[in-house]
């Protein structure tokens, strides 16, 4: 799943799927889902921006990654580290960037299979 977010009036891909667990973890040594009940819990202390921008910079490379060489969205080299990237963005508003991002997360996590259990319940003798 893909979306654009803009952030200092850039339209920036980000995207989500399977593997940005696995991604997240190799870029920070942390767990994902451990972190999103830490961001969920709405107290931005420090620890929790520096996931929250862990996330961002994470979902930012997957979808830099996904764009075509031609697109000019794409960034040719893209920074190898959250810290190189943050420091190519002016503000990264967590109020206007987290939710789409949570959003964008959300959206890749649904199920898209409908259930193959028979839900009919059999005639009553």
């Not at 420090?46 to 697109?71: F, R, S």
Request: with cysteine.
């Amino acid at each position: 799943m893909e979306r654009i977010i803009v952030i200092d009036g850039i339209g920036r891909n980000f995207k989500s799927s399977g593997a940005t667990p696995r991604i997240y973890r190799g870029i920070c040594g942390r767990d994902l889902l451990t972190d999103l009940a830490k961001l969920e819990e709405g107290n931005y202390t420090p620890e929790v921006l520096e996931i929250y921008e862990d996330l961002a910079y994470t979902m930012a490379k997957q979808g830099n990654d996904a764009l075509p060489e031609d697109d000019e969205r794409k960034i040719a080299t893209f920074p190898s580290s959250p810290d190189e990237w943050l420091d190519t963005i002016e503000v990264l508003d967590i109020y206007d960037v987290l939710p789409q991002i949570a959003l964008l997360w959300r959206e890749s996590n649904k199920t898209t299979v409908e259930s193959k259990k028979n839900n009919v319940r059999p005639p009553e003798n």
